[in-house]
């Protein structure tokens, strides 16, 4: 029996991942062949655990091994072109799409960084300063995404820390953590959002409804937490920053009026038609979930058109097609594992074991979800959980708490290890990048993990109270 050490040795050559990808792929194979399945579930479940396997050991090549996952599956007759046109989620592709042009637009002309220095200036206190650009990070977070949220927010915190000659760690495991839990606020900020609205039909009343709250009482709470664990580096940053004063407008990115106008009328008329999609679809007799879909195009295509001129380079450099490409093969692979029937195979076994009780569902389903998003992708983990709830419905329960469950495990997890989220590598990679240090996994880990565990179970508490209310 391999012991942890020898594994960790392992991982670390080409031969040592090839070897725990067969022996994982072996093991999960000879658990589910337990529950009886036919042939071609067997070689579904056995080429999904394959292709993920690969994808965590070799994350460099992650998109050649979702492709090659669904060339597997194809081959196996267990996926055919119409389930992978069906299973590929193109509606949510577009509409990340569509938002990423939209971002792209207001982060070049420096607009969230004009709201940050106003939001903040003459601020003098570091707690309530970190508080701020915290806050600020869980907001933005849940308005256009989380990783765009640290992808401006984590330049202004490391001149914070340059500035007044500080360890920038602990200021990016607060910023980032509050983005990755306020990024369940709204359908919008994190792309586990946009699945469950085009897969669960949440509309974004619902988040506000249900989503916001519990989201924003964990960003406090979390945030309350981390000031405390951190209360060291916090005091020091404050002594210094009450003898040097704060940073001034000229220190970050400017923006004229003309564009501070159009960004703000971009970001509003968006806003306005995420907020209102239903109630418009109504009146308009549009096809549910249309307008949704269509309103981060319109967005883009108000931004191309300011952009006439350079409209190819900024589509290039504006759309993460890596991602984007990535996500629809990875979720083609979790649309066989549906075809086949697995899912429900799966859903079936939780009823069992948590004996029909909705609570042991939630409970159950939510840590389930935020421990595999830990150390898969999120959004993955949540459309191959997102099955398995539709099977638990047609089983007869009333699954609508399992919903926000796995919303908020999937993105609460997202702070749990270096990997968990996309938000978490790019805010590790601007500290490098910058030479002002680096994060290791298990330096991540130690305070992820608690982070995780304790703004999830605030997340339980806050459901369960209300979950006479969701039946």
Known sequence: MLRPESLANLSKTTYGKQLIVALITAFVIMTFARLNLNLKQILAVAIFTYTIMCIVMFWEQKIAYAILGVVLLFLSGTLTVEDFIKFAYIDVIFFLMGMMLVVRYLEE????????????????????LISILAILAA????????????????PIILKLASKYKVNPKPLIFIVTFAANIGSSATVIGNPVGIVLAFKARLSFYEF??????????????????????FSKDIKLLDQKLKTTGSLRQEELKTINRTDLLKCCLILLLVTFLICFHSTIESILGLEKESLLLTSSLIGASIVLLSEHRRVRTF???????????????????VGALENTGITEVLAENVSKICGGSILQLLVTMTLLCGMISALLDNVVTVALFASIIHHLASLGYNVYPLWWGILFGAT???????????????????LEARKLGTISFFEWLKYGIIASFFSLSVALLLLYIQLPLML
């Open 109 to 128: 002309r420096g607009f969230f960084e004009y709201l940050i220095w106003h939001l903040s200036k003459g601020v003098k206190s570091a707690y309530k």
């Open 139 to 154: 907001v933005f977070s849940s308005v256009i995404g989380v990783v765009m949220s640290v992808l401006f927010m984590i």
């Open 208 to 229: 506000i409804r249900w989503a916001t709250p519990i989201s924003m009482t964990s960003v406090l709470s979390t945030l309350f937490l981390s000031l405390k664990v």
């Open 315 to 333: 589509i290039e450099r504006g759309v993460d097609w890596y991602t984007l490409t990535f996500f629809a093969f990875l979720f083609a692979s």
């Open 412 to 430: 609460f997890f997202g702070n749990a290890t270096l990997i968990a989220s996309t938000a978490n590598i790019v805010a590790v990679g601007i």
